[in-house]
């Protein structure tokens, strides 16, 4: 098999393939996961190949969803449960916070939750304020959870992988607008660590640190102002919140002497907001201007496609506000 | 009360259906915003038969699949199909679509695209209605799937400990998107968990909208009075779970029986072998329905998009700042330099 | 099967009681890890007699009044109570406390501070039994005031939809804090709500020990064999909820009464007059669990505090980097001025 | 009554105490809101004078009394919920952040919501992981929600007041261990203004920002530091997080030209993230160092109270983070 050009969706749906197939105690659940084959398709057929004991089809539960995924992986088994929306994180959060999370912390190190979290977020279906939101955030403010967020076809295969390898809970989180892209996987190269980030792009004037899709907003804002005005950006994927690869960032903002964020979320509080404040903290003295935060607004999203759309950073945005660091 | 003859029944059943076929064409025409549409053709005696029985002051909500409630309550179809399309001219300026509709001015507190979500919000217009002294009922609209949702057995657990004026509607069309009713649970009579809560509890039949009227009236007069009560309504949904679903996880058979059990053709067959009206009547009344729900459809064509700057509207009370706009604050910021 | 003689179980339920008075003791002489301190006394029934039922391989969670439980399955004192003082040398290391005490040997997947927060986790140990065709059943216990939480019903209707071998234990000591049960909801037949959802449900007087039991034998052996069971013990909670808790909001006679339905007096009266012990053999078994627990309580106040440096560990696996400190982090950044 | 000497508790029950008097359409509803008189005892006997129906317990259900609230501030009254701990939040997200958050907006501003959420965090009284925790970067990273959070009782009383008079939901958010503190509060006095932040402190070498129960432990440093080591470092508290007055927090640090921030929640994605980010952001030529967070540890609260204790920050910490940044 090795290369292979597939979508977004298929290699996810790829590395949970593998990941059932090497090992047993892999078993998903979640609404709709199984018979329908997910909401947007990423576990289709895999019910027909592993059965219905391993890809389970559970009623609208969300919470004791995820409490039954910690109590499975507490148990020997390697769940991945999955979340139709980021947005209905707010039925699980207790579970995600106050169980999974901290079940390592509270009970010593006697044992961990080596469970994976899938879910999708963000933009662009039209589909509103509770169907559209960017949610990590929420997330990494949690200690004691890690966070993938793919934004492309290999990473979400070789994310999703190691994901199930992690000792410890995974939120993995999908987006939406990503799921129809083409690319290729090489399923037996050596991936990216993980926990690395990804340079995408290089370029000595500034620096676009951001991850899921907004990487892809970001490389062809980086490409505009390479043509159009000459700056040379860097595009740094970030692929995992937690953990942070901080050592990729420091040298590059070093060099670079600017640095821009870029995250769909809403700003205030957000992964925008960590990631300002750290490379700030870290890199003051090489840097020219204040680290630049470009995030979603901070107002819920519309159904109205206009008005949706203009709600989280665009590229044309992007690439903007990097060519007015150059004044 | 108005709305409790069958003609009247069937009048407002047609006009659901029709409506669900016109948000049908909008998707088609790619004029609706996204494919998050989800009809409720099959289920049209239970929110006519529902909300037969609701007055002036009562208060509502839906879950995503809730045209046909709102409809049923008297929205005007115009304000809602701009609304599915996303247009300045519907009933939330384009902010809401179709599964985050509401208005106040006729009890809707709002459609909900969170399942369950919109649930524990009847317990709190119950507590108004009691201190109000207002005698409104606060009626809970949703899905077989929201069964699944602990947030309904802790709304009603509290509307029957407070012996609240409110009343949860099931709407079970038999499947939660492919999931079957009776792969979401192992007990699918649904009402019995209401009753051990102890609320006044039954299951109704949605074949024909008279006997949900007759359900609705006996629970409501209940809720009314202080016992809140469960109303589980079987029927089908004909189609898949939103525009594009085609349901492959249903056999043909099934669909086949189930389309059998259309609410609207059944009101119309007895109102043709009673004799209440005739196929000429009848026609009559369909094309005219039609036309109303044409013009709907015009529109929320011919509507305006909301203008960008209402994005930044509406978070907060309109007495307090708008949220500071990403590029004005980063254009301030690196002003600076 | 272990401990089920009434001299066994009385043995069982003694040292329960005598842990418990302990525990407050080491509150009141300070050495205790605060004040959220949830006493079983006048419960003991209820997790000795379901325990008297696990086995080797089954799992369990509790809720925060948990210490009963896990001494019944077998939980060394020495080590509890050194975690209720919050030292290295208890079950978590100090991190976790009264409230979140787990031991994986035992099977006790963890207490938990949160109502409800510990039920699904039997869920996903049940398809963890059924993957591994392991036998092991897993058994949630929880009390009264976590029939308020949704997560129950959610938890309830997986285990009965997937037919796992899952038991849920309620522990039905009439209150949640100052709410009475009556006022917490308007059915207090607990047992009907989980019969609603297909599980095979009781309810059972927690006076006698062997009524315990045996009903628990009957509902295991249902829930091993697939059918998840539901079992709510009445008992009395003697004392206030928490340490500091003098339960103002009870009438003196009602605890009176309640403190009548004492289930270790009433096993010992059994056993005076059924001939099986005498009042020397039990003063002397009530003397030598006297002595064990007070050792525990010894060993609780010698052990150490955690060290600092512990506080950042197990955040992660032990393969992981640690968190770093926010002290060595600031002095980095401020290392570069 | 005017001037009077009282604690942060009972300033508290004083504020919802007139709010109850003179508006007969506010309601409180919670866990042991009423015959128990609160877990913390704000609410201590109002149930005796203003009755069942207006005092409400409820079972232990803290979705549906979120969501309950939404649907009672829909339709005309003004409840105000409990919630014993904000480390039980992660049960109420949906109702708080999809519903309560987002209905003003999603239904185009037809109608607000404005109920109150009283909750109360922090550590303190070695309650462990799932009860000692400061959430309100959750909060606070929610359009729609404001946040207000009283470290005076002053505040305690002003800003709850005030808080029951705003049009949109508000999460109040009490501090554990202050409900003791002893203080004066004069209810005639004309109080600071919803959401303006309150300089406790004046001193021109350095700004501290901070709000809760770290304002008392910045304002110790502060007097190390000005006894100590002669640095005037200025105390402002922002009482409210949304809004947030930056307006008074920008001419501060341009003159100060060295900021720190100080929180109690976890650092990563925090509270402190955002307030650093938007300091750098609008202050930056003015910055002689980078922002300092002073923060919540990254990792979850023991009950341990040694180690409890050292995952937030102390008086002691602030003093000496503060005194590396004068070398
Ligand atoms: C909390 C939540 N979980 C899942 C979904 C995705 N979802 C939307 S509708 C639906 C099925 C709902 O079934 P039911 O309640 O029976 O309503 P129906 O669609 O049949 O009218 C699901 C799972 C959602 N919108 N919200
Ligand atoms: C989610 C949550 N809500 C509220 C609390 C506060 N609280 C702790 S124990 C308790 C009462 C629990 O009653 P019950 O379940 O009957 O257990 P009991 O204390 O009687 O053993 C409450 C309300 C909590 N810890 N967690
Ligand atoms: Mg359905
Ligand atoms: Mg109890």
């Given at each position: 098999?090795?290369?292979?050009?597939?979508?977004?969706?298929?290699?996810?749906?790829?590395?949970?393939?593998?990941?059932?197939?090497?090992?047993?105690?892999?078993?998903?659940?979640?609404?709709?996961?199984?018979?329908?084959?997910?909401?947007?398709?990423?576990?289709?057929?895999?019910?027909?190949?592993?059965?219905?004991?391993?890809?389970?089809?559970?009623?609208?539960?969300?919470?004791?969803?995820?409490?039954?995924?910690?109590?499975?992986?507490?148990?020997?088994?390697?769940?991945?449960?999955?979340?139709?929306?980021?947005?209905?994180?707010?039925?699980?959060?207790?579970?995600?916070?106050?169980?999974?999370?901290?079940?390592?912390?509270?009970?010593?190190?006697?044992?961990?939750?080596?469970?994976?979290?899938?879910?999708?977020?963000?933009?662009?279906?039209?589909?509103?304020?509770?169907?559209?939101?960017?949610?990590?955030?929420?997330?990494?403010?949690?200690?004691?959870?890690?966070?993938?967020?793919?934004?492309?076809?290999?990473?979400?295969?070789?994310?999703?992988?190691?994901?199930?390898?992690?000792?410890?809970?995974?939120?993995?989180?999908?987006?939406?607008?990503?799921?129809?892209?083409?690319?290729?996987?090489?399923?037996?190269?050596?991936?990216?660590?993980?926990?690395?980030?990804?340079?995408?792009?290089?370029g000595?004037d500034?620096?676009?640190?951001?991850?899921?899709?907004?990487?892809?907003?970001?490389?062809v804002a980086a490409q505009t102002l390479h043509s159009e005005h000459g700056i040379n950006a860097?595009?740094?994927?970030?692929?995992?919140?937690?953990?942070?690869?901080?050592?990729?960032?420091?040298?590059?903002?070093?060099?670079?002497?600017?640095?821009?964020?870029?995250?769909?979320?809403?700003?205030?509080?957000?992964?925008?907001?960590?990631?300002?404040?750290?490379?700030?903290?870290?890199?003051?003295?090489?840097?020219?201007?204040?680290?630049?935060?470009?995030?979603?607004?901070?107002?819920?999203?519309?159904?109205?496609?206009?008005?949706?759309?203009?709600?989280?950073?665009?590229p044309e945005?992007i690439a903007e506000?990097a060519r007015k660091?150059f004044? | 009360?108005?709305?409790?003859?069958?003609?009247?029944?069937?009048?407002?059943?047609?006009?659901?259906?029709?409506?669900?076929?016109?948000?049908?064409?909008?998707?088609?025409?790619?004029?609706?915003?996204?494919?998050?549409?989800?009809?409720?053709?099959?289920?049209?005696?239970?929110?006519?038969?529902?909300?037969?029985?609701?007055?002036?002051?009562?208060?509502?909500?839906?879950?995503?699949?809730?045209?046909?409630?709102?409809?049923?309550?008297?929205?005007?179809?115009?304000?809602?199909?701009?609304?599915?399309?996303?247009?300045?001219?519907?009933?939330?300026?384009?902010?809401?679509?179709?599964?985050?509709?509401?208005?106040?001015?006729?009890?809707?507190?709002?459609?909900?695209?969170?399942?369950?979500?919109?649930?524990?919000?009847?317990?709190?217009?119950?507590?108004?209605?009691?201190?109000?002294?207002?005698?409104?009922?606060?009626?809970?609209?949703?899905?077989?799937?929201?069964?699944?949702?602990?947030?309904?057995?802790?709304?009603?657990?509290?509307?029957?400990?407070?012996?609240?004026?409110?009343?949860?509607?099931?709407?079970?069309?038999?499947?939660?998107?492919?999931?079957?009713?009776?792969?979401?649970?192992?007990?699918?009579?649904?009402?019995?968990?209401?009753?051990?809560?102890?609320?006044?509890?039954?299951?109704?039949?949605?074949?024909?909208?008279?006997?949900?009227?007759?359900?609705?009236?006996?629970?409501?007069?209940?809720?009314?009075?202080?016992?809140?009560?469960?109303?589980?309504?079987?029927?089908?949904?004909?189609?898949?779970?939103?525009?594009?679903?085609?349901?492959?996880?249903?056999?043909?058979?099934?669909?086949?029986?189930?389309?059998?059990?259309?609410?609207?053709?059944?009101?119309?067959?007895?109102?043709?072998?009673?004799?209440?009206?005739?196929?000429?009547?009848?026609?009559?009344?369909?094309?005219?329905?039609?036309?109303?729900?044409?013009?709907?459809?015009?529109?929320?064509?011919?509507?305006?998009?909301?203008?960008?700057?209402?994005?930044?509207?509406?978070?907060?009370?309109?007495?307090?700042?708008?949220?500071?706009?990403?590029?004005?604050?980063?254009?301030?910021?690196?002003?600076?330099?």
């Amino acid at each position: 098999m090795a290369l292979q050009e597939t979508t977004y969706r298929d290699a996810l749906r790829l590395a949970l393939h593998e990941a059932m197939q090497t090992d047993d105690t892999v078993i998903l659940l979640g609404e709709e996961v199984g018979r329908y084959g997910g909401a947007y398709g990423v576990t289709k057929d895999l019910i027909k190949e592993f059965g219905a004991d391993r890809v389970i089809d559970t009623p609208i539960s969300e919470a004791a969803i995820v409490g039954t995924a910690v109590g499975a992986a507490m148990t020997g088994l390697r769940p991945v449960a999955e979340l139709m929306y980021v947005d209905f994180i707010g039925m699980t959060m207790d579970q995600l916070a106050n169980q999974a999370a901290k079940i390592r912390y509270m009970f010593g190190g006697q044992i961990g939750v080596p469970m994976v979290l899938r879910t999708q977020g963000g933009t662009g279906r039209s589909a509103g304020a509770q169907h559209s939101q960017s949610l990590e955030a929420y997330v990494m403010h949690t200690p004691g959870l890690r966070l993938a967020m793919p934004a492309t076809v290999e990473d979400a295969y070789h994310l999703l992988r190691q994901s199930l390898q992690q000792p410890d809970p995974v939120v993995f989180i999908e987006h939406k607008g990503l799921y129809t892209m083409k690319g290729t996987v090489d399923a037996d190269a050596e991936p990216v660590a993980w926990g690395q980030a990804n340079l995408l792009r290089a370029g000595a004037d500034l620096v676009i640190v951001t991850y899921s899709r907004q990487v892809h907003h970001a490389l062809v804002a980086a490409q505009t102002l390479h043509s159009e005005h000459g700056i040379n950006a860097a595009v740094l994927d970030l692929r995992t919140l937690n953990p942070l690869d901080f050592d990729t960032i420091r040298p590059l903002v070093e060099d670079a002497g600017r640095a821009m964020v870029v995250s769909e979320g809403v700003m205030t509080c957000g992964v925008a907001a960590e990631l300002a404040a750290r490379i700030t903290e870290e890199c003051f003295d090489f840097l020219e201007d204040p680290v630049v935060r470009v995030a979603g607004e901070d107002i819920p999203i519309s159904v109205s496609p206009l008005l949706e759309q203009n709600s989280v950073p665009t590229p044309e945005l992007i690439a903007e506000t990097a060519r007015k660091m150059f004044p | 009360m108005k709305n409790t003859t069958l003609p009247q029944l069937y009048q407002e059943m047609r006009r659901v259906r029709t409506f669900e076929e016109r948000v049908g064409e909008l998707f088609v025409r790619g004029q609706s915003a996204g494919s998050m549409l989800h009809l409720s053709i099959g289920e049209e005696s239970a929110a006519v038969g529902v909300c037969a029985r609701m007055r002036d002051g009562d208060t509502f909500t839906t879950h995503h699949r809730g045209h046909g409630i709102f409809l049923a309550r008297g929205a005007d179809p115009d304000r809602m199909m701009a609304e599915i399309a996303g247009k300045d001219t519907g009933y939330c300026h384009g902010k809401g679509g179709s599964m985050h509709i509401a208005d106040m001015g006729l009890g809707h507190l709002g459609a909900n695209a969170i399942v369950g979500g919109g649930i524990p919000a009847v317990v709190g217009a119950g507590l108004s209605a009691r201190h109000q002294k207002s005698g409104a009922v606060s009626v809970a609209f949703f899905g077989d799937g929201a069964t699944g949702q602990g947030i309904l057995y802790e709304s009603m657990n509290m509307a029957a400990l407070w012996k609240l004026p409110v009343m949860f509607v099931c709407i079970n069309n038999q499947y939660g998107m492919g999931t079957r009713i009776d792969q979401a649970t192992a007990n699918p009579d649904l009402h019995e968990r209401a009753a051990a809560f102890g609320l006044a509890a039954r299951t109704v039949d949605g074949l024909e909208v008279e006997d949900v009227v007759e359900a609705a009236t006996d629970l409501m007069e209940q809720a009314r009075g202080g016992t809140p009560a469960f109303l589980a309504i079987d029927c089908y949904r004909f189609y898949g779970h939103a525009r594009k679903d085609k349901s492959p996880y249903r056999e043909e058979l099934e669909e086949e029986e189930g389309r059998k059990k259309d609410p609207v053709l059944q009101a119309r067959e007895k109102l043709l072998t009673t004799g209440l009206m005739d196929t000429a009547e009848l026609d009559a009344l369909d094309d005219e329905i039609a036309r109303e729900m044409d013009a709907a459809i015009d529109f929320a064509i011919a509507g305006e998009e909301p203008q960008m700057q209402s994005m930044f509207r509406d978070v907060y009370a309109p007495t307090e700042p708008e949220p500071e706009p990403v590029r004005t604050r980063l254009d301030r910021i690196l002003a600076q330099g």
